[in-house]
């Protein structure tokens, strides 16, 4: 009896010895010297031995935060990006808050943008996009993206809000702006309005450009973009060509340009032509974003359809530009700095004495 019980006793030692560990679960091949190899995804724990293949392991994506190796390499390869936790059963990251993605490779948008923008990853964001940002003045075929390679490029995500909408979650209607109607300026006699000059020079001659066709875009504080018709280039009427540029402008919808003036004048020596836009209306008060000239054909299936203008651009040393040539001499405040911004409705609760689009006129005392 004692001596059977024995025999049976090492004939199971020997067949568990002889196969692996819950024969790899189903999940892995059994190696000559009884160790699982674990079809990929499968091992086991933290550090995903093969053991008997029975845990699953999550994508791995580059790490938000790790410590760096001896090669200085931070951000490697981490499951679960190290902002999330594996299960498993299920080989799914349980990302934390704030981060999303099958590996947790992408941060969240605020809010989910709150309906009223796009999550545009870091690398996508435009360049150039701000009022105050002046540092665009060529015409440049795609100002909109600067090449962007940090580990994080598409990793770290923000809200782009729609035109007329704002904060970190575009969760708030954009009040209109304005001068601040009190603001004493040092020039107390005569007002500036800003003055944006455009300097066309032709690859050619100037003349050579008769009969092409431009748009101008113009971005108003909320963000909203607005493109003109096409607009024939003609050095050889100037009257009329000012006359055309400003109408092209006036007729902008919503009357995002309620008061500009254009003027112009023909440099033969250099062959340049100069256009001065200056921004007279309540709605372009301040610093404007500075125009966009839209120098480039855009023919089939594009909107406006021009021509294009064979100008010099960016890289040549005699180019065509746009800058501000006269600022402004009010700041734009929002609300005119004499209200309160309903961010609800996008509309201005003017203080007691202004009242406006922007409150900045002053009511009648009495
Ligand atoms: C072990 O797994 C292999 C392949 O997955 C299978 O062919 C074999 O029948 C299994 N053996 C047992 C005892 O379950
Ligand atoms: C307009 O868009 C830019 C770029 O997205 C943003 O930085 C800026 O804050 C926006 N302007 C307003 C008034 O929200
Ligand atoms: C454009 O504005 C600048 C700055 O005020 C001025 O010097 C220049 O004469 C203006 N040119 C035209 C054509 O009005
Ligand atoms: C625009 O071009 C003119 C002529 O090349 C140059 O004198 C001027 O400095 C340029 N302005 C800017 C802002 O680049």
């Not at 993605?101 to 923008?117: D, E, F, I, L, V």
């Not at 023919?299 to 203008?309: R, Y």
């Amino acid at each position: 009896m004692f001596q059977a019980r024995l025999l049976v006793l090492a004939l199971c030692f020997a067949g568990i010895m002889a196969a692996c560990d819950n024969n790899c679960s189903g999940h892995g091949t059994c190696s000559t010297d009884d160790v699982c190899e674990c079809y990929d995804n499968w091992g086991v724990g933290l550090s995903h031995d093969s053991g008997d293949c029975s845990d699953r392991i999550c994508p791995y994506e580059l790490a938000w935060v790790d410590t760096p190796d001896n090669t200085v390499a931070f951000h490697k390869y981490a499951e679960c990006a190290n902002r999330g936790i594996c299960n498993r059963e299920t080989g799914e990251c349980q990302c934390f808050d704030g981060y999303e993605g099958k590996g947790c490779q992408r941060s969240t948008c605020p809010n989910a943008c709150s309906g009223h923008g796009t999550c545009e990853y870091i690398e996508e964001l435009a360049f150039g996009e701000t009022w105050n940002d002046y540092s665009k003045q060529y015409f440049i075929e795609d100002p909109k993206t600067f090449p962007y390679h940090g580990w994080d490029n598409r990793k770290i995500r923000t809200c782009v809000c729609d035109p007329t909408y704002g904060d970190v979650d575009c969760s708030k209607r954009l009040c209109p702006y304005g001068n601040d109607v009190l603001d004493i300026q040092d020039n107390s006699i005569i007002t500036n309005y800003q003055i944006q000059q455009i300097r066309i020079k032709a690859i050619n001659q100037l003349q050579g450009l008769r009969t092409q066709t431009f748009a101008l875009t113009f971005k108003s504080k909320l963000n909203e973009t607005f493109t003109t018709y096409p607009i024939v280039f003609d050095d050889s009427d100037l009257n009329d060509f000012v006359h055309d540029v400003q109408l092209a402008l006036l007729k902008l919808p919503n009357r995002v340009i309620d008061g500009v003036s254009v003027a112009a004048n023909r440099d033969y020596a250099t062959d340049y032509l100069n256009l001065n836009i200056t921004f007279t209306g309540n709605n372009v008060q301040g610093k404007q974003n500075l125009l966009v000239v839209e120098s480039y054909e855009c023919s089939d299936g594009c909107t406006p359809k021009i021509t294009g203008i064979d100008v010099q651009t960016l890289y040549n040393q005699k180019h065509s530009n746009i800058s501000e040539v006269l600022a402004a001499d009010y700041y734009s405040f929002e609300c005119g700095r004499r209200g309160k911004c309903d961010y609800n409705t996008g509309l201005c609760n003017c203080f007691t004495g202004y009242t406006g689009d922007n409150c900045n006129t002053m009511t009648t005392l009495t």
